[in-house]
Nanobody, 116 residues
Framework: QVQLIESGGGLVQAGGSLRLSCVASGRTFSISTYAMVWFRQAPGKEREFVARINWSGGSTGYADSVKGRFTISRDNAKNTVYLQMNSLKPEDTAVYYC???????WGQGTQVTVSS
């Protein structure tokens, strides 16, 4: 069984920074050949794409709303993907989820709250 576990969320003032981590557990599972994606969902809104990274880390993509402020990265040796979030805004408040599109694994989410 494979589990994705997000961490690093919390309460921060506008303009502050947080670094989210997503660790894949499972003794025989490695993320090294898989693309990884971050999504987020705010209350009353649909889940939205935030950032993606290919299997090697050589290609990344971002939603326009976070471009220039967020950075996605990965450490395949640690089975971990990261989301560095800088210059946070109140509209970034949401539950953040990591995802492996194929085979379609999701984490439980971590709450990020940005105060004005």
């Amino acid at each position: 069984q494979v589990q994705l576990i997000e961490s690093g969320g919390g309460l921060v003032q506008a303009g502050g920074s947080l670094r989210l981590s997503c660790v894949a557990s499972g003794r025989t599972f490695s993320i090294s050949t898989y693309a990884m994606v971050w999504f987020r969902q705010a209350p009353g809104k649909e889940r939205e794409f935030v950032a993606r990274i290919n299997w090697s880390g050589g290609s990344t993509g971002y939603a326009d709303s976070v471009k220039g402020r967020f950075t996605i990265s990965r450490d395949n040796a640690k089975n971990t993907v990261y989301l560095q979030m800088n210059s946070l805004k109140p509209e970034d408040t949401a539950v953040y989820y990591c995802n492996i599109p194929n085979p379609g694994y999701w984490g439980q989410g971590t709450q990020v709250t940005v105060s004005s």
